[in-house]
């Protein structure tokens, strides 16, 4: 999978749009908040739980290619390597659950 077909992918979800706050890195938000940080490499950021316990399954069935996020990674957000061990399936469906988790967290007049 290409870093264009995930961009086009999260951007395919309601209410999705892009934006670059930091040079050179592209996040997707829903309403006000990321669901997706897609950095220079070939990574992907993404909430893969609701809890740090949850997401380190993550770290155990990919320990070469799944990290735990700087600074956000208490919160259940996990870095991705695109291209590596994880089936691309498998990180489109981080990406739509990260979007769940999002979406039911926004006040109901900013959900899609």
């Keep these: 999978m290409t870093r264009a077909e995930l961009i086009a992918h999260c951007l395919a979800k309601p209410g999705a749009w892009q934006d670059t706050p930091w040079e050179d890195d592209v996040v997707v938000k829903v309403g006000p ?3 997706a940080f897609l950095g220079s490499g070939a990574t992907v950021g993404v909430k893969c739980a609701p809890t740090r316990e949850a997401a380190d399954e993550w770290l155990h069935r990919f320990p070469d290619d799944a990290a735990v ?3 956000i990674g208490r919160s259940g957000w996990n870095s991705l390597t695109v291209g590596g ?3 691309d399936e498998e990180i489109l469906e ?4 990260s979007y769940r988790w999002v979406v039911s967290k926004l006040p109901k007049k900013d959900r899609p």
């Design 69 to 71: 996020m700087p600074y």
């Design 33 to 35: 908040k990321i669901f």
């Design 85 to 87: 061990a994880i089936p």
């Design 94 to 97: 981080a990406v739509d659950e």
